[in-house]
């Protein structure tokens, strides 16, 4: 039966995947541990983005529309998706939450998962890319225990970067980590607080609007 | 075939439970997401309370055995057991990794589940409390985005209080949002790292171990 759940569900994350490509939108795939500050980057990175690039958000929670109501906050349209007990965003509860955008004029979506750096590595939602965000306050060695969501992904970002001079956390020890589970990750570092490594999280945005808007 | 697998789970985990009160083991299963400090808590009070009290640890993780090196370390028993794709541990897990230790001296086992704030909530392994720990780099939220885990525990530990004044974290309105969702639950904050806090966790382990045995 899980076996039909994951074939199931990657079914759907194929038709929107072709839905995407077909819209000419970037989509991406937000995947953590709860508390990395998926929302936080989200707010600073659309409050320098949204003036120039038409984006939307669909936000992951068991409970509560906090998150929606954050990025609300910064005028860009979010769409909460409560799970209830369920540990994963699927792609179906993606295909519906996207029917709330304008697909027409949407260039990048980004989907905020629950917090799990388990389950959602499994579930495909038609993303071009999942986005793991890993905070240094975690530890360098979580791409080791946790290999299938750092395989996964096509990009990490190392999040808090300004909380380092507080704690034992060895960056390049973490970034050796992570390319021994997948040696083709793209690696970023940011704080998201300070707003520090900012620009090269929003250059490989802009590659990646590029390329979905010239394969559309 | 969900509600059988969790009926399944729940018939294993109440024999476990016998077992541990038949033994006079006082069983803790400590749950939080990924790089919340659990296993440095572990290490800090095994270091602290091992010369006294016959302690033993199963360690769950997706992969690697570095936790259980680490308990090891202490002189505690400590038994690995990696649950591949698995996101929790599951009560007959438990109960092989348990044969493992010689349950008739055990007095405290500490069973630290796989990072996973989400689906270990809905495992019952027969513990005598789930302890869900927290670090304060998380969010004063995660109460009311993961309400089945804190309704679940008896205990929260809030960990890593040595990083308050770097964060933006609200102590009592994170308190105020674990009781909202479980008014029962003992809240106590602690740092892993400096030992701040340790000493209300150890007299809470204290009056555990004592109850298992009276109950014996």
């Known amino acids: 039966m899980e076996t039909d759940i994951l074939a199931k569900n990657d079914h759907l994350a194929h ?39 038409n984006c939307g958000v669909i936000e992951g929670d068991q409970q509560t529309d906090n998150d929606a109501v954050r990025i609300a906050a910064t005028g860009v349209p979010a769409v909460q998706v409560n799970t209830g007990a369920g540990c994963h965003l699927d792609a179906h509860m ?9 697909l027409d004029h ?21 993303e071009h890319h999942k ?17 299938q969501m750092f395989r996964a992904a096509g990009l990490l970002l190392i999040n808090k970067t300004d909380l380092l001079p507080h704690l034992d956390f060895d960056l390049e020890k973490c970034r050796e980590m992570a390319r ?35 394969a559309e």
Chains 1, 2 share one sequence.
């Open 15 to 53: 038709a929107n995947r072709a839905l995407f490509r077909r819209k000419g939108v970037f989509a991406l795939n937000l995947v953590s541990s709860p508390g990395s500050g998926k929302t936080t980057i989200l707010e600073r990175t659309l409050g320098e983005l949204a003036a120039t690039i």
């Open 94 to 102: 993606v295909r519906h939450a996207a029917e709330n955008f304008d």
């Open 131 to 147: 986005v793991v965000v890993l905070s240094v306050t975690e530890g360098e060695d979580k791409p080791l225990k946790y290999p």
């Open 106 to 126: 949407l260039e990048l979506l980004f989907i905020e998962n629950v917090g799990n750096l388990v389950c959602p590595a499994a579930f495909d939602l038609g």
């Open 180 to 214: 021994r589970v997948n040696p083709h990750i793209t690696i970023l570092e940011v704080s998201a607080r300070t707003g520090d490594g900012m620009n090269a999280w929003h250059s490989w945005l802009a590659a990646g609007i590029a390329a979905a808007r010239a």
